[in-house]
T-cell receptor, first 113, second 116 residues
């Protein structure tokens, strides 16, 4: 039973365009959400997070949106760059912190030059 | 800071052998996590420690798996005996005190384990 789902295993976008990665969750107790980026042969690296008391958090080219009623979050990357090509994982926690994270299965983003 | 250090980076062993994976967390971090990544199950939390004490090991799949943290700078994940289905990438992560909305975990590069 996957509590955090990333239904798109892959996504391709042109350089300069917007990338939108989606994540759905089923556990209404989740109150803290994170996005990680992972390059091959490396561990995941933190990208951006959002608390359930917010519906948007922005950091440079990266914005995370949270829709609690739909149990849905998305990561927007604008503009997309070839270096953004990686696997993106969303993760969620019920503790209000980054303890005991439940991860989605990941989405491979490819940004085409 | 060197980040989270894991060794070995790759391990190939035969079924039935004991495997020990090692992790050195970032200095000063209070939390240490062990994860396993497989194609079927994705990235799943196995166990985590707070101040060297195991807090939640509910993700450890079987008694064949054990984890220790004898001090703040070292942890091991042991599989004895190993089986082919244990083949996966094992990640260690650490974090400073987890208290709110700016938290994250810092991951090591992982150990790719292959059990033949």
């Amino acid at each position: 039973d996957q509590q955090v789902k990333q239904n798109s295993p892959s996504l391709s976008v042109q350089e300069g365009r917007i990338s939108i990665l989606n994540c759905d969750y089923t556990n209404s107790m989740f109150d803290y959400f994170l996005w990680y980026k992972k390059y091959p042969a490396e561990g995941p690296t933190f990208l951006i997070s959002i608390s359930s008391i917010k519906d948007k958090n922005e950091d440079g080219r990266f914005t995370v949106f949270l829709n609690k009623s739909a149990k849905h979050l998305s990561l927007h990357i604008v503009p997309s760059q070839p270096g953004d090509s990686a696997v993106y994982f969303c993760a969620a926690s019920t503790s209000g912190s980054a303890r005991q994270l439940t991860f989605g299965s990941g989405t491979q983003l490819t940004v085409l030059p | 800071d060197a980040g989270v250090i894991q060794s070995p980076r790759h391990e190939v062993t035969e079924m039935g052998q004991e495997v020990t994976l090692r992790c050195k967390p970032i200095s000063g971090h209070d939390y240490l996590f062990w994860y396993r990544q497989t194609m079927m199950r994705g990235l799943e939390l196995l166990i985590y420690f707070n101040n060297n004490v195991p807090i939640d090991d509910s993700g450890m799949p079987e008694d064949r798996f054990s984890a220790k943290m004898p001090n703040a700078s070292f942890s091991t994940l042991k599989i004895q005996p190993s089986e082919p289905r244990d083949s996966a990438v094992y990640f260690c992560a650490s974090s400073p005190i987890l208290a709110g909305s700016t938290d994250t975990q810092y991951f090591g590069p992982g150990t790719r384990l292959t059990v033949l």
